[in-house]
């Protein structure tokens, strides 16, 4: 998954195949097509365990313009790793719990 910059809440415009941002959660987002990861997660939870979230920026440089896509260098990454573990056996959905 790709990050949708969350330091800056920048807009990756001149990526021509850009189709949707992630950010692990924010309440506004710059973009109509981003979604938030923990709310992804928190659909699927009846049917896995959340084992590890890492928001990815490694060799990201925040000094640097907005307009200079890092990505597409040979050096930084701007991702969201999600490792989920599938239940034994699945819980009852959430909107059912409390009933």
Do not use: Y
Not at 37 to 45: A, G, H, I, Q
Not at 61 to 79: I, K, S
């Amino acid at each position: 998954m790709g990050s949708d910059r969350p330091a800056r809440g920048i807009c990756d415009c001149h990526n021509s195949d850009h189709k949707w941002t992630f950010t692990v959660h924010k309440p506004q987002r710059w973009s109509p097509r981003s979604l938030n990861v923990l709310d992804l997660l928190t659909e699927l939870s009846h049917l896995v365990e959340i084992e590890r979230i890492v928001l990815l920026r490694d060799f990201f440089r925040d000094e640097l313009p907005a307009e200079l896509d890092q990505t597409m260098t040979p050096v930084a990454e701007c991702g969201i790793e999600v490792i989920v573990r599938k239940r034994a056996e699945p819980l009852r959905p959430r909107s059912q719990r409390f009933k």
